[in-house]
């Protein structure tokens, strides 16, 4: 994994730009640690900061290559899961190779496919590509959005980034949030749009997308979406091909020339992968399968049960331990680094985002890097299976809106009276739910229940889904390490996406033809444990040490936060304890307001 950078302007010459380049490349140094380069010709510059995964010597970039009178120039960031066959495919098309990485790979399949190569890629991506023959930038962008990748358009040009903040080193870029940018960050927050963010004129390239940049401008172009097909299979049949998409989406997964582990919770999903990866080591005669779970100082004292949190996670991460091929490690984080990391976590975001459970995710990818430099994690299951309660709570189906994210009302009293006024955030919500809910297609042969599920699920994979695999890239990259999510592969998202929710949903449990499939390979306590969250404080001191950061903040009438946000309503929720803000910011994780006082740069102008 990596970070990209680079920018194309047709009426200046761009070598005399290098000191540019390299400042927006530097804030990058987190998701590249080991390795830098650069590449400037006339109208572009592209630079590139690589964590070391495959091919040390074989996958340095940009990589160049010089073919049939032109020269193609790749920065790239992701893993190509299928690279061994696409591999083949070249070797056959008379193509010849100086390593083994997937960097090459993909460049050359980009020669050989041109911009259909996207339709060839199994994996998690974001590149770039400068085409001498055409003179032309080709910008490209995984299924689902995995690997980020922003940018935005200028008088002169475009400019790309793996990151915002490496946007914002281009000289006099402006960093304005519009009424626009205020409702996505307050009223959808921390989710967003796709293809938006919170600046004005600042954008990202749709999951599942491509983009040409040359002389007649930008071209976007959709590759890839989740479509409605009827499902023809069985059950039994079905049970097969989930079981096949299951065990090659990990398999492909497991390649790395680094340390790799699995973060394990003692959760099914995290179980699944790390049953198949253990037996798979045990089989190819490989050391034990490292396995690595996050908790907290005093937790178990504090552990309070809800319906989003029905039991903690050592019981089952213990019987997992016990019957896998593998050496478990737990880490504990205390509550004032967990506070006091909010800041570099949001940093690691460049926007606000879900407060602690970013902060604890930064920790302990930063703590397992000290071992590890890959690992693989159970995110997305939920999304992909119908796990989450919203599934199957009437209120939620029914809501009208994002299940995930209901406390409009108080959302906008968060709001400076003064831009409250000026912008609506239940409208705005309102609109883009109902625009995202357009894009689905019921079939005639759906069921009333399918179909139901059919809508909430699109909305959980493209919105809520995207908010967690975004958190995952940036706090894990923010310490130079790797994050894999088998259960995100598109092949195995886009058939449970058809698969009908009474097979889905198999003897009326959440994941229950998951758990069905399990049987006989985990243990039952396993497959019968009810889905739990990643895990959060319960140490009382933690609220208490953020409310001290805020009043802190507070006490100064000149903060910037006091521009956008409703002081008196941050202070009644400060002697409160949180109480004035009745409802979940977001979905089952975010119980509280996510504003800890930490303003994003720009200005606001509603």
Sequence with gaps: ???????????????????????????????????EGMYLNKNVALAHKRLIVIDPQGGKQPMIERFSHGEYAIVYNGQIYNTKELRNTLLKNGFTFFGYSDTE???????????D???????IFAFAIWNTKTGELFLARDHFGVKPLFYTEFDEGIIFASELKALFEYPNLEKVIDSQGISELLGVGPAHTPGLTVYKNIYEIKPGHFAIYNKSGLHIEQYWKLESKPHLEDFEETCLHLRFLLE?????????????????????DSSIITK???????????????????????????FVKSDFQPNSDNYYIELMNKNTYSKHHNVVIDTPELASSLEDAMIARDVPGMADVDSSLYLFCKEVKKEKTVTLMGECADEIFGGYPWFFRADSLESGTFPWSIAYTERQKLLNPDIANKVNL???????????LSNVEILDN???????KRRISYLTITWFMQTLLERADRMSMANGFEVRVPFCDYRLAEYMYNVPWEMKAYKGREKGILRHIMEGYLAEEIITRKKSP???THNPTYLKAVKSMLTNIMKESSSPINYLLNRDYILDILNTDGKAFSRPWFGQLMTRASTYGIPLPGEYVA
């Excluded at 190569?117 to 994996?123: M, Y």
């Excluded at 398999?251 to 973060?263: E, G, K, T």
Aim: with cysteine.
């Design 1 to 35: 994994m990596c970070g990209i950078v680079g920018f194309v302007n047709y009426k200046k010459d761009l070598p005399n730009k290098k000191n540019i380049l390299n400042n927006m490349l530097q804030t990058l140094q987190k998701r590249g640690p080991d390795e």
């Design 105 to 115: 790979v993909l460049l050359k399949s980009y020669i050989h496919y041109g911009t």
């Design 117 to 123: 190569v996207v339709n060839h890629l199994n994996g």
């Design 248 to 268: 090659d989406a990990i398999s492909r997964q497991l390649v790395s020339d680094m340390p790799l582990c699995v973060f394990l919770s003692g959760g099914l």
């Design 276 to 302: 198949f990866t253990s037996d798979y080591l045990k089989k190819e005669g490989l050391p034990p399968l490292d396995t690595y779970s996050i908790d907290y100082v005093d937790n178990d004292k504090n």
């Design 426 to 436: 239940k409208s705005y919500i309102d609109m883009r739910y109902n625009q995202s």
């Design 446 to 452: 759906d069921s009333f229940e399918t179909s139901q």
């Design 534 to 536: 990643y895990p959060k």
